[in-house]
Nanobody, 127 residues
Framework: QLQASGGGLVQAGGSLRLSCAAS????????VGWFRQAPGKEREFVAA????????VYTDSVKGRFTISRDNAKKSVYLQMNNLNSDDTAIYYC??????????????????????WGQGTQVTVSS
């Protein structure tokens, strides 16, 4: 089970830090991704991190602004979001997949890759 939190209302240019806490999942063996869904749009990939945290991948629109990290001891993954803009307004979901293999970055971008999903946390950026 995954629990996403940390969303809220922020002005453009501001920052938020999202958290994804895991329970009942072998978290240290899980690749974790963040996705988001804006009203009327498909759920899209934002960022992902490998089991160890040594590899990360981002969608182009958030590169240089968002940072994904993890703390396996706390069974948590974080998404630090800086310099937010209105295009970042969406419900943000975390997702996880247990894996023993090194996963290609292109695969980490795919929604279908993940087995477990959190309930989502709303991020609203006011301009």
């Amino acid at each position: 089970q995954l629990q996403a939190s940390g969303g809220g209302l922020v002005q453009a240019g501001g920052s938020l830090r999202l958290s994804c806490a895991a329970s009942g999942v072998t978290f240290s063996r899980s690749a974790v991704g963040w996705f988001r869904q804006a009203p009327g749009k498909e759920r899209e990939f934002v960022a992902a991190i490998s089991r160890s945290g040594s590899a990360t991948v981002y969608t182009d629109s958030v590169k240089g602004r968002f940072t994904i990290s993890r703390d396996n001891a706390k069974k948590s993954v974080y998404l630090q979001m800086n310099n937010l803009n209105s295009d970042d307004t969406a419900i943000y979901y975390c997702a996880a997949k247990n894996t023993i293999l090194t996963i290609p970055s292109e695969t980490l971008r795919q929604r279908a890759f993940y087995d477990f999903w959190g309930q989502g946390t709303q991020v609203t950026v006011s301009s």
